[in-house]
Structures are given as C-alpha cells and as structure tokens.
C-alpha cells in the first residue's frame, strides 16, 4: 500500500516540473518592471534606455534596441493623444563623448510634415534614430471646441439672467 501510495504522488509532483521553457506562467519579470517601465528590449542586439514625456498615451522610461527610429518609438508608447503639438516634438540629447556626441543639443522635429504636407521637404531629419539615454518631450497644445465655450456662456448668462430676474422682483414689490 505504501509503495503504491509512494508511486501515486512521485508521478502528481513530476508535473510540476514539466513545464515547457517556452511556457511561463504570469508575467515574466523581464518583460515590464515598474509602473512606467517598459522592455521592448532584444535579447540578441544591445538594448538603450529612453524616456518618453508629454501628451503621449503611455509615456515613461522604455528599453528599446539599439538603432530604434523616433517613429519606431512614438508607435511603442501608443501613439500621441489629440492634444500632442505635432510640430514641436523635441529630443533632448546629453553630452556623450564614447557616442560623439560634444554637447548637448535639443533636436526639433516636425511630423505635421508627415501628416499634412503633400511632399516631405526633409526626410532625414523626420526619423531620427535615438541614442541611449535621449528624453523625448511631445508639447501639449490645447484645443478648445464649441462645447468649452457653451459652458463658459451658459454660465455667465445663467448669471445674468437670474440677476436680473432678481433686480425685478425687488424693484416690483
């Protein structure tokens, strides 16, 4: 009876242990690391850290690989948001003498070009490939449509309108 017993839970604990590596169960820790960390890192190529700031939909600290274009990246953080001033996008790139880089320099890039422009007037410098520690900043621009204005004039002639039905009824009695 032992023996059979012995044999029963040998052969139940022997599947725990033939999982297929390819399989894992959960989130593997490599793969996202902090709340607004995120690893699209290759493990074949050398991989840069960047950071992403702005009206973005999922800005933070990304692992990309080496050789990664700005495009490339905008499209791993989701996208821009409708608020994004496409125009003004900047690539704040830090003094690094082993990547040649002599000073520090603000990179301005412009994708309206890509979006509305017939005929794109300066190809190379629209995509440009990162360099590891760059801080990509995408501007705000605020766009204000006809229902913001309705409140702002619902509100001040509610006012309006209550004062004077107020002047009314004292000067009435």
Same mark, same amino acid.
């Given at each position: 009876?032992?023996?059979?017993?012995?044999?029963?839970?040998?052969?139940?604990?022997?599947?725990?242990?033939?999982?297929?590596?390819?399989?894992?169960?959960?989130?593997?820790?490599?793969?996202?690391?902090?709340?607004?960390?995120?690893?699209?890192?290759?493990? @074949?190529?050398?991989?840069? @850290?960047?950071?992403?700031?702005?009206?973005?939909?999922?800005?933070?600290?990304?692992?990309?690989?080496?050789?990664?274009?700005?495009?490339?990246?905008?499209?791993?953080?989701?996208?821009?948001?409708?608020?994004?001033?496409?125009?003004?996008?900047?690539?704040?790139?830090?003094?690094?003498?082993?990547?040649?880089?002599?000073? @520090?320099?603000?990179?301005?890039?412009?994708?309206?070009?890509?979006?509305?422009?017939?005929?794109?007037?300066?190809?190379?410098?629209?995509?440009?490939?990162?360099?590891?520690?760059?801080?990509?900043?995408?501007?705000?621009?605020?766009?204000?449509?006809?229902? @913001?204005?309705?409140?702002?004039?619902?509100?001040?002639?509610?006012?309006?309108?209550?004062?004077?039905?107020?002047?009314?009824?004292?000067?009435?009695?």
């Amino acid at each position: 009876m032992k023996t059979i017993l012995i044999i029963i839970l040998t052969l139940l604990t022997l599947g725990a242990f033939a999982q297929d590596k390819n399989e894992k169960i959960g989130i593997p820790d490599d793969f996202k690391i902090g709340t607004n960390y995120f690893n699209y890192g290759d493990k @074949d190529k050398v991989n840069i @850290d960047v950071f992403v700031w702005g009206s973005i939909r999922v800005p933070g600290k990304y692992l990309i690989p080496q050789g990664t274009t700005l495009m490339e990246l905008l499209t791993l953080c989701g996208g821009p948001i409708n608020e994004s001033k496409l125009e003004d996008i900047r690539i704040v790139r830090l003094k690094n003498d082993t990547l040649g880089v002599k000073e @520090d320099k603000v990179l301005t890039v412009d994708y309206n070009e890509y979006l509305w422009e017939k005929q794109i007037t300066k190809p190379g410098k629209l995509n440009p490939v990162l360099y590891p520690g760059d801080m990509i900043m995408i501007p705000n621009s605020p766009k204000y449509n006809f229902r @913001d204005n309705l409140y702002l004039i619902l509100g001040v002639t509610t006012t309006l309108v209550s004062i004077a039905t107020l002047i009314v009824t004292v000067t009435r009695y």
